[in-house]
Structures are given as C-alpha cells and as structure tokens.
C-alpha cells in the first residue's frame, strides 16, 4: 500500500530563517509526487511535480528535490505570507491519477 | 483566483434535506474529481470522472450521488446526510486520468458543508 508521511507536523520559523520540509514516501513506482499548498478553508493549491531522482524545481522562494526515497521542500528565507499547510501526494502507476497525501506540515512565518 | 470554481461555499443542512454541491471549470480538462477533508486531515477521493464517465468510486455511501453533466461541470447531490458528513467538500480538474498520464490536480475552494 501506498504511504506518505510529512514531517515536521508543525513548524514555527521567523521572517528569513530557512528551513526544510520533509515528505517520506513508499510506491510501488513512483508516477509523480506533487506538492500543494493550503490556506486555511481553502482548496489546495499545486506547487509542483516532481517525476524523477535527482529533479529539482524551484518558484519563488520555494525549492522542490526529490530522491528515490523522499521529496524535500526548501524554503528560503520565508515571509509571514508563507505560513499555510505544505501537502504532499504520491502517484502510482494504474491508478487513474488517484493521489495519496501526506497529513502536510502546517507552517507558521512570523515577524 | 483559482480556476475551479465551487458553489456554495458555505451549506448547512439537516440530516433529511437534499442539497446540491456544484463545481465547474473552464480549462479544458477532461478528468473531475471530489475530495472530502475533515479539519486537519488529508483529503481523502471520493469520485473519479473522465472523460464525464464516473470511472472511481471509493466506495462513497449512496447518500452521495454523483453527476457530471458535460465535461466542465460536476455535481454532488446529498441526502439523508449525518453530522459526521461535515467536511470541506473539495473538487478538482485535471488534463486527463488514466494509467499513461500525471497531471497535477487543480483544486476549487470547497464547499464547507455542516449537517445538523
């Protein structure tokens, strides 16, 4: 069975302190892994999609890796309108872009 | 702005009311899908249409009822719902499903629905 598990579940930074934030995965042959971003009592909103070991991509101050085993997601030198919930989600093959998420980490940027 | 668009966004409803839940995109894509998320949960699928073929049900009690009228509207039809029904009701578009394909999702807003 397909798993995902994010961590940190919570993280607090201030304004321009990096950090990262882990997504672990398990898939029977990873078909795209997918970093969103959620406000609160809003839908998600895509990042990006990560396909192979060793791909990168970057928008802003957000920079997405991904291994054979984990996705990262850096955040460099955050602003308070960074804080959200930072899902992730696994695709496998066959299954009709069924995505299984992570329970995100909700992150907070403060002053 | 997002490019999914869900209305209402807000429905409170008692356990023997009908209500609708209605979504509708204009990008073009071919696959629509329903989520529900309860507060600090994952969103969990409910439906899979491609192609306006209902092609994944994840075995969704029949007190929701389905319906995607043409390629760019999908509805949610309620009734007979429980309190444990609340959830933010989320629908999503993609390009296209299918075992070749990894089109990212594209999310509306949601529906935030309490049962009473």
């Known amino acids: 069975e397909d798993q995902v598990t994010q961590s940190p579940e919570a993280l607090r930074l201030q304004e321009g302190e990096s950090s990262s934030l882990n997504c672990s995965y398990t898939?029977?042959?990873?078909?795209?892994l997918f970093w969103y971003r959620q406000d609160p009592g809003k839908g998600p909103e895509f990042l990006f999609t990560l396909y192979s070991a060793g791909e990168e991509k970057e928008k802003e101050r957000l920079k997405a890796t991904l291994t054979k085993k984990e996705s990262f997601l850096h955040i460099t030198a955050p602003k308070p309108e960074d804080s959200a919930t930072y899902l992730c989600a696994v695709q496998a093959p066959g299954t009709a872009s069924k995505l299984t998420f992570g329970t995100g980490t909700r992150l907070q940027v403060t002053l | 702005d997002t490019e999914v668009t869900q209305t209402p966004k807000h429905l409170v409803m008692g356990m023997t009311n009908k209500k609708s839940l209605k979504c509708e995109q204009h990008m073009g894509h071919r696959a629509m899908y329903w989520y529900k998320q309860k507060a600090k949960k994952p969103p969990e699928l409910m439906f899979v249409?491609?192609?306006?073929?209902?092609?994944i049900n994840e075995s969704v009690p029949s007190r929701f009822s389905p319906e995607c009228p043409n390629s760019s509207l999908l509805n949610l039809h309620l009734h007979a719902l429980q309190p444990e029904d609340s959830a933010l009701y989320l629908c999503a578009s993609s390009q296209r499903t299918g075992h070749a394909t990894n089109s990212p999702l594209h999310f509306g807003n949601g529906t935030r629905l309490t049962v009473t």
């Open positions: 249409y491609s192609y306006e073929k209902l092609s």
């Open positions: 898939v029977s042959g990873l078909r795209g």
